[in-house]
């Protein structure tokens, strides 16, 4: 079975410019969660989706990330325009309901 | 607000000695409880978890945890680490449901020497 996969793996963009990182699920995982680590920091949610519907988005960090998650399988996150404390870490995440979260093994951003 | 603190950043040890990580969180409702582990270069893996039952839970790869309630704490434990076991540690927990979010510590690296 294939895990979490996210692309790319790194991304290096300059400020005010925009990117898009991808999270493919496990197949059938109908909950997918987004996470950040920024250096130093602890990893902290962003968002959950259940299947194509957002659950919970309290922790974006403001109106420059958008996530989608079309027909409730691969999701994408996108800053536009970036800046430089976007740079960090972007997990993915998914489960099965009441089940463990399975983890990407992340997107590194650096905003130059 | 939730938050889990480790205890502490880096440890270092040598190859057989003894593997304490502490983690405390602020949370007084039901907890589910997660230790991951993140091997260099590697994805996040769950180590271990506790939902309910005997507070004392077993892992893979010879790791495991209490979940002592009164202390609000779920140290990890390993009597003999290996050069293998180097890697950052995370506790987290989760409350809000089984689908709710994780609420990680910062970390703790491990270093092992051979």
């Known amino acids: 079975e294939a895990g979490v996969t996210q692309f790319p793996s790194h991304s290096v963009i300059e400020k005010g410019q925009t990117v898009t990182l991808r999270c493919d699920p496990i197949?059938?995982?109908?909950?997918l969660y987004w996470y950040r680590r920024v250096m130093g920091k602890e990893i902290k949610f962003l968002l959950h989706f259940v299947k194509e519907s957002k659950q919970d988005e309290s922790g974006m960090p403001n109106n420059r990330f958008l996530a989608e998650r079309t027909g409730g399988t691969y999701s994408t996150l996108k800053v536009q325009p970036a800046e430089l404390e976007d740079s960090g870490v972007y997990f993915c995440a998914s489960s099965q309901v009441g089940v463990i979260q399975y983890f990407g093994a992340g997107t590194r951003l650096s905003v130059l | 607000a939730q938050s889990v603190s480790q205890h502490n950043h880096h440890v270092i040890l040598s190859e057989a000695a003894s593997l304490e990580l502490g983690c405390n969180y602020s949370?007084?409702?039901?907890?589910?409880l997660f230790w991951y582990v993140q091997y260099p270069g590697q994805h996040l893996q769950l180590l271990l978890k506790y939902f309910s039952g005997d507070p004392l839970v077993k892992g893979i790869k010879g790791f495991e945890a209490e979940f002592i309630k009164s202390k609000f704490s779920f140290n990890l434990r390993k009597p003999s680490v290996q050069w293998s076991d180097t890697a950052e540690y995370f506790c987290?927990?989760?409350?809000?449901?089984?689908?709710?979010?994780?609420?990680f510590g910062k970390g703790t690296k491990l270093s092992v020497k051979p």
């Open positions: 987290a927990v989760r409350s809000g449901g089984s689908q709710g979010n994780l609420i």
């Open positions: 197949s059938g995982h109908d909950n």
């Open positions: 949370y007084g409702g039901t907890v589910n």
